[in-house]
């Protein structure tokens, strides 16, 4: 421990003891940040242990420390402020500025134990940030203890930026002192050493392979912290030499020289004595517009997903952005104010959050802006423009005989949608379909028209099985929003011969996707009709357009539910479009639609057993799988409802023989699965097939044979027909 004594002057500690009973309740009582480093770091600094290079090692340790600390206080500055007064009603309260924080720094040298021996090698700190400052008093007033950062909000607001501002400073430190150069791994968003093997760092990472062995190398961040907790060994007393010696025996028994590892990364041949050798190139400066080019890359900066972003992660982006690192807060400020004001970027009146965040000033690219101006221009000037339009006696003619074949009329409203659609003449047209309103009826309808006047065609959806079902259910060909993109490219056909247009699920394509559409649209006169529901399916990626062209083309709307029969449900639906999702789930639960339990355990009990109760009332099997499905949150539900069903399924003999068990590959590598005949599955990948049927993510059937060579025959049912293919295990769930 820590003598106070050795901390504070008497005095200090003095009046501290005598108001020691003095305390605030502020609920939380700390923060706690964790800082790491990459495990090519980790690695590196165990190559040169092992090589008895301790002055290099302990040389790059402490320049990772040094950058920690530097991260640690540059967040203080930015946010550990207090508030003062009330702040809502109508009020706001007032920023005032703070002595700082009483914060601590606790460095870890390693992971938890593994099989009851040293953990791996992961430097990483601790940081603890007691919740409450002490803002000194102005104009006579005394001072007061007071909560930092807006009540912690704009901490973590600004942690990502802490995070890369740290790495980059550590980057800017190897670069210098040893000459050492990064790569950036997309997959793990990490600039990593060059010359560390991905083996190497995976060899010094036998916790995150124990962990994967848990919940699969797929699992979320939120199972693999749970899976984390409940493997961790227990803590070690070891001491640094004993650390070390265990790791270099660990990575000669797999194989590794740290000789050979030491100069690949150095490019020079390490000295004995750790002195390093001069004429070490110096870093590059990063240039600002390369800075700017990378942070606001419509397919991997800032707004690829986010059509707005904040100050803090522009930030975090231009730390991220320089391979060589950074010099000092004062050279993230420069960089970031020239990427701001870069001819890429678009500043924004509405900031985020309250007028006292730090960095809360809000930006988009231009790009996307450019697109937005585009989609709303194309929408205003395509109307009235006479695309596709049926003759009055042509369309009356496709209705009936759509009811005739069918044997039901098309309902008042969705008669109107589509005498709108075919009738119109406006090049770009919109939809809003709720759930179950039968947007597929009214492109059935609507496409029997269009083909009574010799047009012709054709339909896109984002994901492959809602292509599949409005082709099945419309008769329009149809295929993939990725598949009709790559046709706009130089080596197809773009949208010549193709007068019609339908976006099934248009409320989910990205804006700049749907721009590429709307300008081969305009060069080829097609009609381009997107249908879908804002409120049910957001954008993959940057959107928004949808609703805005709804708005310019005055689109009509399907509102009139019928897939849902019990009323509760449809006024329940009806009200939580309207936003009131407090008033709809109050209604669910008064009716006995929702079910609140004790626990966890329970939850997954009562789930399994309403799903059996339902699954198990249909006579065929693929009644009962298209009715009852059971829906979970995470990775780790999933697991646990799924093996307490499969555990009653194999009770009733629904699974009959033995679990065969396959260990995966691709994506999924040294994942473990099992499957028996009678397991109920979903397919979970795309599987194109240039002979038989192809098999889309998200059918869902049952394993009729499981052969432990050719993986899992399944049989599944759409558009009233039943199919059977064999599956790669990997493409089954």
């Known amino acids: 421990g820590v003598a106070l004594e050795s901390v504070y002057g008497a005095h200090e500690l003095q009046f501290a003891l005598q108001h020691a009973e003095e305390r605030v309740e502020i ?3 700390a923060h706690d940040l964790t800082l790491t480093r990459d495990r090519s770091e980790d690695a590196f600094e165990q190559m040169l242990r092992a090589m008895g290079l301790h002055t290099m090692a302990d040389r790059h340790r402490q320049m990772w420390m040094e950058s920690a600390r530097e991260g640690v206080q540059l967040l203080e500055e930015w946010a550990s402020y207090g508030m003062a007064g009330h702040h809502g009603d109508g009020k706001r309260a007032t920023k005032v500025e703070s002595t700082g924080w009483a914060a601590t720094i606790t460095w870890h040298r390693t992971t938890r134990s593994i099989d009851g021996k040293i953990g791996d090698p992961h430097l990483h700190a601790h940081v603890l940030l007691p919740h409450m400052v002490y803002c000194p008093g102005q104009d006579g007033e005394a001072g007061k203890w007071r909560t930092p950062a807006a009540g912690g ?19 800017r430190r190897m670069s210098r002192e040893f000459g050492v150069r990064y790569a950036y791994n997309p997959s793990v968003r990490e600039w990593q050493i060059v010359g560390i093997p991905p083996e190497l760092r995976r060899h010094f990472s036998r916790r995150s392979a124990q962990i994967e062995a848990t919940v699969g190398p797929n699992a979320s961040v939120q199972d693999r912290q749970r899976a984390g907790r409940n493997t961790a060994g227990k803590k070690i007393a070891s001491t640094p030499a004993e650390e070390w010696d265990f790791w270099r025996r660990h990575a000669l028994q797999g194989g590794w020289v740290p000789h050979h590892i030491v100069r690949a990364v150095l490019g020079y041949e390490p000295p ?8 070490i190139r110096p870093p590059h400066q990063p240039d600002p517009d390369q800075v700017a080019a990378r942070v606001w890359d419509p397919e991997t900066g800032v707004t690829a997903t986010d059509k707005a972003v904040p100050l803090t992660k522009v930030m975090a982006a231009v730390a991220e952005a320089c391979p060589e690192g950074l010099e000092s807060p004062a050279e993230l400020a420069r960089l970031t104010g020239a990427v701001t004001a870069h001819e890429d970027a678009v500043g924004l009146d509405k900031v985020e959050g309250g007028s006292h965040l730090s960095h809360n000033q809000r930006f988009t690219s231009r790009v996307i802006v450019e697109a937005e101006r585009y989609l709303e221009a194309q929408a205003a000037q395509r109307l009235n423009e006479h695309t596709a339009v049926v003759p009055p006696a042509l369309t009356q003619a496709a209705i009936d005989a759509f009811a005739l074949d069918k044997g039901y ?8 949608v589509v005498r ?3 009738s119109a003449g406006h090049g770009i047209d919109s939809v809003v379909g709720e759930a179950g309103s039968g947007k597929t009826t009214v492109m059935d309808a609507a496409h029997r028209a269009w083909t009574s006047a010799g047009l012709r065609v054709h339909g896109s959806a984002t994901a492959a099985v809602a292509a599949m079902r409005l082709r099945a259910a419309s008769r329009i060909p149809s295929t993939t929003m990725a598949a009709r993109l790559h046709d706009l490219g130089p080596d197809g056909s773009g949208l010549e011969g193709i007068d019609v247009l339908i976006l099934e699920e248009g409320a989910m394509i990205d804006d700049l996707e749907l721009r590429e559409l709307v300008v081969e649209a305009e060069r080829t006169g097609t009609k381009l009709v997107s249908i879908g529901d804002p409120q049910q399916q957001k954008a993959i990626g940057v959107g928004g357009a949808f609703a805005r062209i ?3 083309v005055d689109g009509l709307s399907l509102t009139e539910n019928y897939r849902q029969k019990d009323p509760v449900e449809r006024a329940a639906l009806r009200i939580w479009r309207t936003g009131a999702r407090a008033t709809t789930l109050g209604m669910w639960a008064a009716t006995g639609h929702i079910k609140a339990t004790e626990d966890l355990a329970e939850a997954y009990a009562g789930m399994v057993a309403a799903w059996w109760s339902d699954w198990s009332a249909h006579t065929d099997i693929h009644d009962g799988i298209e009715s009852a499905l059971m829906l979970a949150a995470t990775n780790h539900d999933v697991a646990e409802l799924n093996a ?17 068990e396959f260990w995966l590959r691709g994506g999924r590598a040294g994942e473990r699965v099992e499957f028996a005949v009678g397991d109920l599955v979903r397919v979970r990948k795309n599987d194109y097939r240039d002979e038989g049927e192809d098999v889309l993510n998200g059918y869902r059937g049952r394993a009729i044979e499981v052969d432990a060579q050719r993986g899992v025959h399944i049989e599944w049912r759409e558009g009233g027909h039943v199919h059977q293919e064999w599956l790669d295990p990997a493409f089954v769930a």
Not at 409 to 416: D, H, K, M, P, T
Not at 646 to 659: N, P
């Open 153 to 171: 909000y704009d901490l973590y607001r600004h942690c990502e930026t802490i995070d890369h501002y740290i790495a980059a400073r550590h980057r």
């Open 409 to 416: 009329r098309l309902s008042a409203e969705q008669e109107q």
């Open 550 to 552: 709804h708005e310019i």
């Open 420 to 422: 709108r659609l075919v």
């Open 27 to 29: 609920g939380k009582v």
């Open 272 to 279: 004995e004595d750790g002195l390093l050798p001069s004429g």
């Open 644 to 660: 307490r069903a499969r555990v009653l399924a194999r009770h009733t003999g629904q699974l009959q023989g033995e679990d065969v």
